[in-house]
């Protein structure tokens, strides 16, 4: 008799949806202008952030006002990747508010790259 082994089922949360794929992106994608990939269609400039939770980061996709601000790369168990026109403190004040949690405790905000423009 020749055993097989079974496949393992991919888990699934409360609502039935599975966990999403790496680099997924969810949310709102950001029209880009033409010219610029670093400008969204309207002119304004988009930043690309790290949202970096110390424990298991959780799930945004139950989060209207999250999911409109940003669009959303999945970047492993505890980081997401952002590109938003919002400011960095109005996205570490969103995640905070949305999720109950601390800034700089619980998760931190951080740039994904350093444009010279910005150093002093």
């Known amino acids: ?4 082994k079974q496949e393992a089922e991919e888990p699934v949360d409360i609502w039935g949806r599975s966990p999403l794929k790496l680099y997924e992106k969810i949310g709102t994608p950001i029209k880009r202008a033409t010219t610029s990939m ?3 269609s309207n002119g304004e400039l988009i930043h690309d952030y790290f ?4 424990d298991r980061k959780p ?3 139950g989060y209207r006002e ?4 940003a669009e959303w790369i999945n970047y492993g168990t505890k980081i997401y990747r952002i590109s938003t026109t919002n400011s960095f403190a109005t996205i570490e004040k969103l995640v905070a508010e949305t999720f109950d949690i601390q800034i700089k ?3 931190f905000v951080s740039n994904s790259t350093v ?3 910005f150093i002093n």
């Not at 949202?51 to 110390?54: D, G, Y």
């Open 1 to 4: 008799m020749v055993k097989h």
């Open 38 to 40: 670093n400008r969204s």
């Open 51 to 54: 949202v970096v939770f110390t």
């Open 59 to 61: 799930d945004v996709r």
């Open 66 to 69: 999250l999911l409109q601000a």
């Open 105 to 107: 405790t619980d998760f």
């Open 115 to 117: 444009n010279p423009r």
